[in-house]
């Protein structure tokens, strides 16, 4: 029986073990990984799954902002990383826990969610790389991977991607 939990302070030391054993530890010089450099984890949209003890999965969100051509800043989530144990693959626990997120994230009324990763899996949960074709990262990223989900108004079409700056919460 797997429990989808709140993510906690007490996960993120065994959050970082199941990360490095899924990317390895060179998943620290990813373009997402610089995207989120100094900003603070956004506990009310992360998650954690549990097998009794165990923890066997997470997702995690940050808040960053998108800088439009204009000039214009608007807030979105960069959710990210999901990962499960090799253990526990193929239960549907990455699924559950991206339902959750998403939930939590409709429910808040927060703004629209980034994620870099593979189109054929995120797109079962509303995410597209329609609006992000000319938007730009601080490193390299495959632009079929860059997704986004939630309302594209007021998002420009030629923008640059960055970390949360202090005057612009997300939530
Ligand atoms: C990708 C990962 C999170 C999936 O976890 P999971 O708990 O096995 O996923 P679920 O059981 O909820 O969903 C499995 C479904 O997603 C599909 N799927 C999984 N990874 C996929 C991928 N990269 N591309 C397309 N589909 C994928 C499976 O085929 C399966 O499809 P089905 O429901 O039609 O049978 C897990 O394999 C993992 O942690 N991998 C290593 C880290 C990683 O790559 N994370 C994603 C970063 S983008």
Sequence with gaps: MIDILPLGAEHLAVIETLLDQRFGPARRNRT??????GTDLLSQFSFVAADGDALVGSVQCWPIQVR?????????????PVAVAASHEGQGIASALMRA???AI???GAPPVLL???APFY?????????TREWHLPGPVDQARLLLRGATIGLSRLAWVEAETRDVKVA
């Design 106 to 108: 409709d429910a808040a």
């Design 68 to 80: 439009g051509a204009n000039g214009r800043i608007r807030p979105l989530i960069l959710l990210g």
């Design 123 to 131: 797109g079962r949960f509303g995410f597209t790389a329609d609006a």
């Design 101 to 103: 997120s998403l939930a």
């Design 32 to 37: 997402a990984y610089r995207l989120r450099d």
């Design 116 to 118: 870099i990763g593979d």
